[in-house]
């Protein structure tokens, strides 16, 4: 299988370099396309117009001077750093989670979102530093199915916990808030203002359906298939059309 490999940490870091050891193992045909400096909770940005700089690392292997979402687009819109179209596109292994609303501030998932758009089969997967052969295993030994779930319009999203049951649960995204503060730092007229970012705090789950939030912290690996495009719900639809009356 021919997999383009991205992620937000940056080129060389442990957890894309453990999962493509595991994928070349394999025997998979491996190829890397990450920024070249960390990009983590980027988001979805792109550079509009922008010369990136791509810096061929060795054989199969790049660092592009830009966001997850533009080594991803690069990668894949182009026949420069890849010879034909990967079969699959995996961003990860991640250093730590992203679950919840993380996956909209998430350059790994942007990545995974990136390749989903412009139409190819994508994983986002993340762990803790600790847990990057067990989130690497856990992948490698579903991939053949787990590459065949994301269909049009939808990315898998994957998180492997570091006290890891072996299994894996499907799952909602997780509503939760952070218990973020802002603190200043030094003196004088200017403001130097650092968001510090604190413990997640559950809001709500429903009945029977567990959330990703809760998937890690029981153990489980954490499977959820993310939408590209937000829904919007009917009822919501219903509400606008109705105050346009």
């Known amino acids: 299988m021919r997999i383009l490999l991205v992620n937000d940490d940056g080129y060389g870091k442990e957890g894309i370099e453990t999962l493509s050891a595991f994928l070349e193992k ?3 045909d491996v190829y890397i396309v990450a920024p070249a400096e960390e990009k983590s909770g980027s988001s979805h940005s792109f550079s509009i117009n922008k010369e990136l700089k791509v810096e061929r690392m060795g054989k199969n292997r790049y660092a592009v001077w830009g966001t997850p979402a533009d080594a991803a687009s690069l990668a894949l819109r182009s026949e420069y750093m890849l010879p ?26 942007a990545a995974a979102r990136e390749a989903a758009m412009i139409g190819f089969r994508s994983i986002a997967i993340s762990s803790e530093c600790d ?15 787990f590459s065949s779930l994301p269909g049009k319009g939808t990315f898998l999203n994957i998180n492997v916990p570091l006290r890891f049951n072996g299994k894996g649960i499907s799952s909602t995204l997780g509503k939760f808030s952070y218990s973020d503060r802002v603190d200043k730092v ?17 809001l709500e789950e ?14 489980y690996a954490s499977l959820s298939l993310v939408p590209v495009m937000p829904d919007i719900a009917a ?4 509400r606008v059309r109705e ?3």
């Not at 699959?88 to 996956?103: A, E, F, H």
């Not at 030094?186 to 559950?202: A, E, K």
Request: with cysteine.
């Open 84 to 109: 034909s179209p990967p079969d699959l596109v995996i961003s990860g292994i991640n250093r730590g989670y992203n679950i919840g609303m993380d996956t909209i501030y998430s350059g790994t998932c």
């Open 186 to 202: 030094g003196t004088g007229n200017d403001m130097t203002l650092i968001l510090v970012g604190l413990d997640r705090i559950l």
């Open 243 to 245: 105050a346009l009356v």
């Open 26 to 28: 394999r025997g998979d």
């Open 131 to 145: 847990g990057y052969e067990d989130a690497a295993k856990f992948l490698i030994s579903n991939i053949d199915k």
């Open 206 to 219: 429903e009945d029977g359906i567990i959330s990703d939030v809760s998937a890690v912290e029981k153990g």
């Open 235 to 238: 009822s919501d639809i219903k």
